[in-house]
């Protein structure tokens, strides 16, 4: 479990960076950031808790 966790805290990381990087480049908007941001917390806390 610890492994699985671990992995995904990574592509958790990863994820979000790519929406802040996009954000900050002019990309995507506030609302699609955030509401991938949230997307993405919803998968790691589905993991962590599941």
Known sequence: MADELESTVDTFLEDADSVLEE??????????????LQSHIEDLRDEYEG
């Open 23 to 36: 954000y900050e480049q002019g990309y995507m908007d506030a609302d699609a950031a955030l509401g991938l």
